[in-house]
C-alpha cells in the first residue's frame, strides 16, 4: 500500500540489486491474508508481520533478524586484536588498559569494530556514527579518527587505524594478525 509501488515490488527489487540484496527486510502491512503472507516471504522478505502489532514485538522481530544477519552488531563484547569495547559497561580496554573515549570516539570504535577491515570514506563514517540527517563538515572524521588514535596509543601500541590515501580508514588486517 505505497504510494506508486507496491511492497512486494519493493522488496523484489531491493533483492535484485547488488548492494541490497543481503538487507533484511521485515514487511509491516495491513495485508494479512495467507496468500499475502506466503507472497511476502516468497519475495524474499524475513519477517512479516501484520497490522495491528505491537511495538515490543516489532523490537523483538528486528533484535532476532540482527542477531542471524549480523551477529557482531548484537554481540555484548567486541574484540579485534588487543582492543576490546564492552557495550553493556561501555568500556572500553587495550592490552587490557582502559582507554576512555568521549562518547563520539566510542561510538567510532564501535562502528569500526562492527565492520573490522573494511575501508570507509568520510562520507560513510558520518552517515554511520552521527547519522544522515546532521550535517558535519567532513574534515571533523580526521579531529575524532586523530583522538582515537591517540587514546587508542598512549604507550606506542601499534596504530590499530589505517588511514587510506584517497579512500578512507579503516581497522587495519595487519593490527589483528599481529595480536
Known sequence: MLPGLSGIELCRRLRGNLETKSWPIIMLTARGEESERIRG???????????????????????????????????????????????????????????????????????FLEHPGRVFSRVQLLDGVWGRDIYIDERTVDVHIGRLRKLLNLSGDQDPIRTVRGAGYALDDRFAQAC
Do not use: C, H, Q, W
Open 41 to 111: 516471504l516468497a519475495t524474499g522478505a524475513d519477517d512479516y508481520i501484520v497490522k495491528p502489532f505491537s511495538v515490543p514485538e516489532v523490537r523483538a522481530r528486528v533484535r532476532g533478524l540482527l542477531r542471524r544477519v549480523s551477529p557482531s552488531r548484537m554481540a555484548t563484547i567486541l574484540s579485534y586484536g588487543d582492543i576490546e569495547l564492552d557495550r553493556e559497561r561501555r568500556r572500553v580496554a587495550r592490552a587490557g588498559r582502559a582507554a576512555n573515549l568521549g562518547p563520539t570516539e566510542y561510538r567510532l570504535l564501535e562502528f
